[in-house]
């Protein structure tokens, strides 16, 4: 089993920055790849990006491309999602979510940060 825990939502001005944490814990060693999603609210969730865990490799949605970037810290079994010129529009609750080599399915999920940018 993994366990997952979102950190560092709250509320910013429009243009401002968050950095969210993914902390993972138990079965580490098993995960491959973790995404991010967020869901605003009366909208359905949207896949934000992803990253792999032992290569690096990432990739972020087109409409945050360019503001948001993705990175782990592989010795703290974290992952961060940087978002710098926030907008209104990226108001949501955050949530990570992982996946075991074994499998292609996004199996273990956090419970959400929530990520407020007021114009």
């Known amino acids: 089993q993994v366990q997952l825990v979102e950190s560092g939502g709250g509320l910013v001005q429009a243009g401002g920055s968050l950095r969210l944490s993914c902390a993972a814990s138990g079965r580490t060693a098993s995960i491959y790849a973790t995404r991010w999603f967020r869901q605003a609210p009366g909208k359905e969730r949207e896949f934000v990006g992803h990253?792999?865990?032992?290569?690096?490799?990432?990739y972020v949605d087109d409409s945050v491309k360019g503001r948001f970037t993705i990175s782990r810290d592989n010795a703290k079994n974290t992952v961060y999602l940087q978002m710098n010129s926030l907008k209104p529009e990226d108001t949501g609750i955050y949530s990570c979510?992982?996946?075991?080599?074994?499998?292609?399915?996004?199996?273990?999920w956090g419970q959400g940060t929530q990520v407020t940018v007021s114009s």
């Open positions: 979510a992982a996946r075991e080599r074994i499998t292609t399915t996004y199996k273990y």
């Open positions: 990253i792999t865990w032992s290569a690096g490799l990432t």
